[in-house]
T-cell receptor, first 112, second 109 residues
Framework: DAGVTQSPTHLIKTRGQHVTLRCSPI?????VSWYQQVLGQGPQFIFQ???????GRGNFPDRFSARQFPNYSSELNVNALLLGDSALYLC???????????FGQGTRLTVV | KQEVTQIPAALSVPEGENLVLNCSFT??????LQWFRQDPGKGLTSLLL?????REQTSGRLNASLDKSSGRSTLYIAASQPGDSATYLC????????FGKGTRLSVIA
């Protein structure tokens, strides 16, 4: 069985641009969560979706948005990129809310 | 607001040692607690999940305990190997996962 897949693996963007990150959960999993991890810190929660509905939102500005599609895949969008948005973006998949989470390999975003 | 602290922040041990990583959290109203491993620049690999009703979970050389009432969990690694070198993260779950900064482990051959 395929694990959680994220694309792209690496990305370089310029300040002010927009970026879309994608995540495909494990087959049968209906919940997807997004996390941001900056160097030396633990992952910080951005969004959680379950059955295509937002179930939680972390302390991130409105420049960050996400959605979950009918096939349970998800996109994270970030507008008006700042240098401080440079980080590893992680997607986690789980059967439901509060069940065991499995992470993808992440997308390394660099904003220059 | 859940806060997670992991002690020590970094640990360097010779191969073969048994070691304990500590995790404390402030809100005991959790559904479960997961321990993860993270290699540099990579995603998180789930090691163990302890349900809130459990006190212990084992997988191979790993054993994790949970004392929900005191807000503590420990990860015990037996007979450490160089391949165990990584950052270890604990995350209690009461929607969403909340992480500390982790413990960076180096096992020297």
């Amino acid at each position: 069985d395929a694990g959680v897949t994220q694309s792209p693996t690496h990305l370089i963007k310029t300040r002010g641009q927009h970026v879309t990150l994608r995540c495909s959960p494990i087959s049968g999993h209906k919940s997807v969560s997004w996390y941001q991890q900056v160097l030396g810190q633990g992952p910080q929660f951005i969004f959680q979706y379950y059955e295509k509905e937002e179930r939680g939102r972390g302390n991130f500005p409105d420049r960050f948005s996400a959605r979950q599609f009918p096939n349970y895949s998800s996109e994270l969008n970030v507008n008006a990129l700042l240098l401080g948005d440079s980080a590893l973006y992680l997607c986690a998949s789980s059967l439901a809310v509060n069940t065991e989470a499995f992470f993808g390999q992440g997308t390394r975003l660099t904003v220059v | 607001k859940q806060e997670v602290t992991q002690i020590p922040a970094a640990l360097s041990v010779p191969e073969g040692e048994n070691l304990v990583l500590n995790c404390s959290f402030t809100d005991s109203a959790i559904y479960n607690l997961q321990w993860f491993r993270q290699d540099p620049g990579k995603g998180l690999t789930s090691l163990l999940l302890i349900q809130s009703s459990q006190r212990e979970q084992t997988s191979g050389r790993l054993n994790a305990s949970l004392d929900k009432s005191s807000g503590r969990s420990t990860l015990y690694i037996a007979a450490s190997q160089p391949g165990d070198s990584a950052t270890y993260l604990c995350a209690p779950t009461n929607t969403p996962l909340v992480f500390g900064k982790g413990t960076r482990l180096s096992v020297i051959a």
